[in-house]
């Protein structure tokens, strides 16, 4: 945390909070760190719940801030839904690990085929067996027939056809003037939607190699269980503060289960198995929720004078 210098604050340079560059060092100006904890932010209510033994420096302004203050029932949907994203995010990576997509990107060519009586084939194997080059063919769209066309072959390119894809980058088949009187020789259908659907999963996996965590990534390969180890363990770790939490009406930061986060964080556990406590976990926080002892909201009102007067004494 820090506090910004009076002429900062009062003028048209307010800096919220600022970073390193991998945005594992943060630090909070007191205003922003305030409205965190007013929104019950997890990690910022850990950080202010923290053991006097793990707290380096700690200004005396900072005994204003109890974090009794903070805790309401608001605390379910943050804990319990940032966890649950946590899981998602574990699957969403399982499935990344998992299946590998190569470097090269599939064209459109590898989502056309050609109609065959009551069946398809794939138009690459298509072309191949015929000896044709999809660079000779012209395409023509079949009225009220959505992703339908009619296809020609010119041997010796006469018609100057603009073929079926332009190049290995094109989002669209191409579509060819053909003079009046030529002969179709089949009919080709282009699956869009797949295709769409594919150059998004591959930007996205791409786009997750080049900003993983080698190391954290080495981890989960290692302990072959294809899911994200961190992820989870924090996601259990949350279900269970958040359960704590709406029972007891105390947030404790140091855990007495440990080696099992540990262990979970090892990848000890298979993923269904943690997938099945998180379930458990998140319908006993609903019953717990029912009988909470803590109020619905806080005195935000309370909060924000308590925050003025922090800041008149800063001053």
């Given at each position: 945390m820090f506090y910004l210098?009076?002429?900062?604050?009062?003028?048209?340079s307010y800096v919220p909070q600022v970073s390193n560059e991998s945005n594992d060092e943060v630090y909070y100006e007191l205003g922003r760190f305030m409205d965190l904890l007013i929104k019950s932010n997890p990690n910022i209510l850990e950080m202010l719940a923290s053991p006097v033994d793990c707290i380096l420096y700690k200004?005396?302004?900072?005994?204003?801030?109890?974090?009794?203050?903070?805790l309401s029932k608001t605390c379910k949907e943050t804990f319990a839904g940032y966890a649950i994203t946590q899981v998602r995010k574990a699957k969403g990576l399982k499935k990344k690990i998992v299946n590998p997509m190569p470097q090269k990107r599939d064209s459109v060519l590898d989502f056309c085929y050609m109609l065959e009586g009551y069946t398809s084939v794939g138009l690459k194997f298509w072309l191949e067996k015929r000896n044709y080059r999809q660079e000779r063919c012209g395409l023509v769209s079949i009225p009220h027939a959505k992703g339908f066309f009619a296809l020609f072959y010119d041997a010796e390119s006469k018609f100057h056809y603009k073929g079926i894809a332009v190049n290995e980058a094109a989002n669209e088949v191409s579509l060819s003037s053909v003079p009046r009187g030529e002969q179709e020789i089949g009919y080709l259908s282009f699956n869009a939607e797949s295709y769409s659907m594919y150059c998004k999963e591959f930007k996205e996996y791409w786009d997750w190699v080049d900003k993983r965590n080698e190391d954290r990534h080495m981890d989960n390969k290692e302990h072959g269980k294809d899911y994200d180890a961190k992820n989870m363990m924090h996601a259990i770790r949350l279900l269970q503060v958040t359960e704590e939490l709406l029972k007891t009406g105390e947030l404790r930061v140091k855990r007495p289960n440990r080696e099992e986060l540990l262990a979970i964080r090892s990848g000890k556990f298979e993923y269904s198995a943690l997938l099945a406590e998180s379930e458990a976990l998140i319908q006993r926080i609903d019953l717990a929720y029912e009988q909470t002892i803590l109020p619905?909201?806080?005195?935000?009102?309370?909060?924000?004078?308590?925050?003025?007067?922090?800041?008149?004494e800063l001053y």
């Open positions: 210098p009076r002429s900062e604050f009062y003028g048209l200004h005396p302004l900072m005994d204003r801030l109890n974090i009794n203050m903070f619905e909201t806080i005195d935000q009102q309370k909060l924000e004078n308590i925050l003025i007067e922090m800041r008149n």
